[in-house]
């Protein structure tokens, strides 16, 4: 097991910005790929950003150019930069841990947080 913590959100107003973080507890994961992804009412969870044990990063479509996956493997923490927020960024974001599999899939992450709630405000 790898204890997952988030924090960071809140609400914020169209345009505005926030830096979640992720912190693990018990096991370093420096040997993981990490990555966010977000649920929204009444949808499904969807891949938001990766980062590989390498350091390389992947986003999914919607928030290229805008949100910044980072890892600190010093701290045990991964943090997701978010900028110029839309309404429709409004949800649950977790961060989740892998071992293996594809870097998009919920199926691929054993290990996940509670979550933090991201509210954005038109």
């Known amino acids: 097991q790898v204890p997952l913590v988030e924090s960071g959100g809140g609400l914020v107003q169209a345009g505005g910005s926030l830096r979640l973080s992720c912190a693990a507890s018990?096991?370093?994961?420096?040997?993981?790929?990490m990555g966010w992804f977000r649920q929204a009412p009444g949808k499904e969870r969807e891949f938001v950003a990766a980062?590989?044990?390498?350091?390389?990063?992947y986003y999914a479509d919607s928030v290229k150019g805008r949100f910044t996956i980072s890892r600190d493997n010093t701290k045990n923490t991964v943090y997701l930069q978010m900028n110029s927020l839309k309404p429709e960024d409004t949800a649950v974001y977790y961060c989740a841990g892998s071992v293996s599999g594809s870097l998009d899939s919920v199926r691929a992450y054993a290990y996940w947080g509670q979550g933090t709630q991201v509210t954005v405000s038109s």
């Open positions: 980062i590989t044990r390498n350091g390389y990063t």
């Open positions: 018990g096991r370093t994961i420096s040997t993981y790929v």
